[in-house]
Structure formats: structure tokens, C-alpha cells
């Protein structure tokens, strides 16, 4: 009897399973893509006073926030948004005796409005380690109330071409409230306008991620070899 040319069960399934975890790998070398956090979520950003379930720290624990990423605050010209990276100047709730380079007002509230409307501020994170967020009008009074947040910003993915530091223009929507000296020791270039859309924190349940081109390339370079080795061309 002649020899059979064709190939038996085992080595049939021993090839699928190959095949089927380098299709798993090829989809799993993934890293996460700039994502925007809404602040407190639906219950945007206020203090306990107006909002007595605020719980930022806890909202803030919650999440991974890395180099530009966005924050957004959803709020009233009757609160402020202070980011520092002075832990002083946070724990205090007073950014009047914080340095030239270490605290950015994104937004100034009007404690005066007797009619107070919607804002929307959009805070890209710049620098890693400890950033403070807090808001510090009234004397103090709406961050000693709930208002005030930590986190830790980790590298990531590094900041975007859209971010890039060496680009010297300051932030359009970052008020110069202590003259040409202030800017923060990261700049944010001229051009921004907006935070990045590429996915936002209502889908962060999912997991998902930005595939590279170069881990599918490379997973199926692989996958053929272990065909030609299998069939051996």
C-alpha cells in the first residue's frame, strides 16, 4: 500500500489551534487610545452644596489617566477650574501664593453673575505624576465643599503631535492671570481647540483599544511560516 500524501487529524488540529492564538495575539498587542473623562459624570463639576452626591476623589479612583488624555468639566461660570501640580497650593483650596509655573486657571468663575450659565472646560493632561484639580472661589468655600480632586497621570502613549510641548504658543483658553511669566512649564500649542474624540470614558467598559499595524503584519508573517512548514513549500 502506498503512502498516504495527505495530512492526519492531529496534525490538522495542531495547526488550527496555532493559527487561532496568533489570531488572538495579533488582536491582543493593543494599547488604549486618548480618551476624554467627564468629570463627575452626570453630575458634572460642583460642590456639595449644589450637588450633595459629589464624590470626585472616588470618581477620580475609578479611573487610568494618562498623557493627553482630556478632562472635561461641565459646570457654571459661578465655579473655577485650577489644576496645580503643588500639593500645598491644593491642599489650601488657594492658588494666590502658588509659583509662576506649577498652577493653571483654565477657567475663572463670576461670583457676581445673578444669572449663571452652562460652561464646558476641556483640560488635557500635560505633565505625569500628581495633578490637583480644584476650584477655589468664594474663599475657598466650594473646595472645602467637595470640590477637589487627585490624580496620577501615567506616560501612556506620550503626549500627541497636537500637544507637543515644543510648540511655545500658551493655552487659548488658559487666562494669563500673572502676566507673560506665568505659563505653565508645559505649554499647550496655539492650534488647540478641542480635546481629542478619538474615544471617550462612556466606553471604557469595553476595553477597547487602537490595534498596530506592525503586531497584525508580524502575526501574519508568522502564521506563514507555519504554513510552509507545515505543507513544507
Given amino acids: ?13 495542531q495547526l488550527i489551534t496555532i493559527v487561532s492564538c496568533l489570531v488572538v495575539l495579533s488582536c491582543s498587542g493593543s494599547v488604549s487610545a486618548y480618551k476624554n473623562y ?13 450637588k450633595p452626591d459629589v464624590n470626585y476623589q472616588k470618581w477620580a479612583d475609578s479611573k487610568n489617566f494618562s498623557l493627553g488624555d482630556f478632562l ?10 485650577i489644576q496645580t501640580y503643588n500639593f500645598t497650593t491644593y491642599k489650601f483650596c488657594d492658588y494666590d501664593d502658588a509659583l509662576q509655573n506649577d498652577t493653571i486657571e483654565w477657567s475663572a468663575a463670576d461670583p457676581s453673575s ?32 467637595g470640590q477637589h480632586f487627585k490624580i496620577n497621570v501615567t506616560h501612556g502613549q506620550g503626549l500627541p503631535k497636537s ?3 515644543s510648540d511655545d504658543a500658551p493655552a487659548p483658553n488658559s487666562p494669563d492671570y500673572r502676566g507673560d511669566d ?30 498596530y499595524f506592525n503586531t497584525k503584519f508580524y502575526g501574519f508573517l508568522i502564521f506563514l511560516q507555519i504554513v510552509c512548514i507545515f505543507f513544507k513549500i
Fill in 38 to 50: 467627564t468629570v463627575g459624570g452626570s453630575l458634572g463639576w460642583f460642590d456639595a452644596l449644589e
Fill in 114 to 145: 445673578t444669572a449663571p450659565h452652562p460652561i464646558s472646560v476641556a483640560v488635557p493632561l500635560l505633565k505625569e505624576g500628581m495633578n490637583y484639580f480644584f476650584s477655589s472661589d468664594y474663599d475657598g468655600e466650594q473646595c472645602n465643599n
Fill in 72 to 81: 472635561i468639566f461641565n459646570t457654571d461660570n459661578n465655579h473655577s477650574v
Fill in 1 to 13: 500500500m502506498g503512502q498516504s500524501s495527505g495530512y492526519n487529524s492531529t496534525s490538522v488540529l
Fill in 182 to 211: 506665568s505659563a505653565p512649564e508645559t505649554i499647550v500649542p496655539a492650534n488647540f481647540n478641542h480635546p481629542i474624540e478619538e474615544e471617550s470614558d462612556k466606553d471604557e467598559a469595553s476595553g477597547s483599544g487602537s490595534v
Fill in 163 to 165: 500637544l507637543d510641548p
